[in-house]
């Protein structure tokens, strides 16, 4: 439905209606929307540009006539204007998961412009503009590298570490499908978000303190400033992770996101009270030191954003309802010169762990 594993730079990627959820932009996106009247649509074309795996080493390779997706009469087709780069992109070539066949597309996130609806679809117009999050990695349709922006996976997989992972209730401002309260309102408990800076931690934050939390954020100080503004009560340098562990401790923290990786997670462990929960979006820190931790580790389930349409709901409608109230916001990012053929160029700065606090991204032209 939203992204996959393919950076298919096609200006056009296909959704199931049924695990898509619309927001019109607005000020948000700042790419012109062609109507279907206007002298700039063009109309459905037989052919678009992708970014494609023909190896799983890689690399991704820019072509010109890649097959237009077909719709059902419940899905709708997207033709992107600009889209996210995550480093998931680079670590399945890297590391050797997530290619399930050749020719393959990866692309978690994106924004564009409904060209086509199928038969049974009511809720969409041809012209609206609409941001995409892909989590059904299984079908290349589906995949985005066509046009993205900065709201995306960061948001489900934050959204899936504290709502779904952790248990944290949804904060009861707009309607839900169920209904919710307000967590530990007089509480205001801490939680520890290490990795802060990353897209995923930043929008953390932000969900955080909507629930009513104080937030420890685990970041390079570089980024204090930008944290605080998102939210973040406490900053403390990754570089130094005992003064981490030390200051985190006596704050009496029961809940953790790492957005890292196994060292990061370790030390969270550490940070936490025995009987804490802890979510790694990464990866989890060995068997022998979990056993002796006495701390419940998780990861998130992510394709119950398009599998459970309940959750799903919730959760667009929770974006919706933060983002035009402006408490909450996407996080920065910096434009790739060179469209989807800057793929590469974008996934070695990644890669190179030369991005911090904002996202990366490619206008699709």
């Excluded at 097959?67 to 995550?86: D, M, Y």
């Excluded at 924004?111 to 809720?123: H, Q």
């Excluded at 985005?144 to 489900?156: M, P, R």
């Amino acid at each position: 439905m939203l992204s996959a594993i393919k950076l298919a730079s096609p200006v056009i990627i296909l959704l199931v209606v049924l695990l898509f959820y619309k927001l019109r932009f607005h000020s948000l996106f700042t790419v012109e929307a062609p109507s279907p009247s206007s002298s700039s649509y063009s109309g459905p074309t037989q052919h678009a540009k992708a970014v494609i795996l023909r190896s799983r080493k890689g690399p991704y390779i820019l072509v010109h006539d890649n097959p237009r997706p077909q719709i059902s009469f419940k899905e709708i087709l997207i033709r992107n204007r600009a889209v996210g780069l995550n480093p998931i992109d680079w670590k399945c070539v890297t590391y050797g998961f997530g290619i399930h066949e050749l020719p393959w597309i990866s692309g978690r996130e994106s924004a564009g412009v409904v060209e086509e609806i199928g038969a049974d679809v009511n809720d969409f117009e041809i012209g609206d503009r609409v941001w995409v999050a892909s989590t059904n990695y299984r079908d290349n349709r589906t995949s985005t590298f066509q046009e993205g922006a900065t709201l995306g996976v960061g948001c489900v997989s934050a959204a899936g570490a504290l709502f779904d992972s952790l248990g944290v209730p949804w904060p009861a401002n707009p309607p839900y499908s169920r209904e919710v309260d307000t967590f530990a309102k007089q509480e205001n408990p801490w939680i520890l978000i290490w990795g802060a800076s990353s897209v995923t931690g930043m929008m953390a934050i932000q969900f955080a303190k909507l629930c009513n939390f104080r937030v420890f954020a685990v970041a390079g100080c570089h980024n204090t400033s930008e944290l605080c503004d998102l939210g973040a009560d406490v900053v403390v340098d990754r570089h130094k992770p005992e003064e981490v562990v030390e200051k985190a401790r006596g704050l009496h923290m029961k809940l953790g996101i790492d957005c890292v990786g196994k060292e990061t997670a370790t030390y969270a462990l550490r940070a936490l009270q025995p009987g804490s929960k802890l979510v790694c979006l990464v990866q989890r820190p060995d068997q022998g030191v979990l056993r002796q931790a006495e701390i419940g580790t998780s990861d998130v389930l992510i394709k119950r954003f398009h599998e459970d349409q309940t959750y799903g709901y919730d959760l667009v409608n929770f974006l919706s309802h933060h983002l035009f109230a402006r408490t909450l916001r996407p996080v920065k990012f910096e434009v790739v010169e060179g469209g989807l053929g800057a793929v590469e160029d974008g996934l070695q700065k990644l890669r190179d762990q030369a991005v911090s606090g904002k996202r990366l991204i490619l206008r699709v032209e």
